[in-house]
């Protein structure tokens, strides 16, 4: 599923390094304790994108409350984000991320998706293959 998440009143709150690092860091420990399949993301300066899976047992709704509180919490700030997140299902995984990952090119932020270091096109960071989608 490809689901969003927008920042209130889209402030660009991500525009800063340090908070667009430590919600990669949140979504990597919501991993941890919530486990999903993460198959690409992107933090942008107002909102976030994220191509995941979620185990039978597991809730989305969890996941995402987890997030979006763990990220106020861990920059110290009160609640940055608009209450209700969107979910889409995905037909194509492919096209998916590759939407997830054209996002800062659009926004004329980058040339090429792997330039854009806040999103799983840079290579930085560890997700899972889309064949395991």
């Known amino acids: 599923m490809l689901v969003t998440t927008n920042v209130k009143n889209k402030e660009w709150f991500f525009i ?3 908070f667009a690092r430590e919600a990669i860091d949140v979504l990597y420990k919501v991993q941890m304790m919530y486990p999903f399949f993460l198959y690409g993301f992107v933090i942008m300066s107002n909102h976030c994108h994220f191509l995941i899976r979620v185990p039978e047992k597991g809730s989305i709704s969890k996941i995402m409350n987890r ?3 763990g990220v106020s919490h861990s920059i110290g700030m009160g609640p940055i984000w ?3 997140f969107h979910i889409a299902l995905v037909n194509n995984p492919w096209a998916a991320l590759r939407y997830i990952h054209l996002n800062p090119v659009r926004a004329g932020i980058c040339e090429c998706p792997e330039d854009y270091p806040w999103s799983s096109a840079s290579g930085k960071w560890d997700v899972m293959n889309l064949e395991w989608f």
Do not use: E, N, S
């Open 67 to 69: 997030f979006k509180m």
């Open 16 to 18: 800063d390094d340090t």
């Open 82 to 84: 608009q209450p209700r």
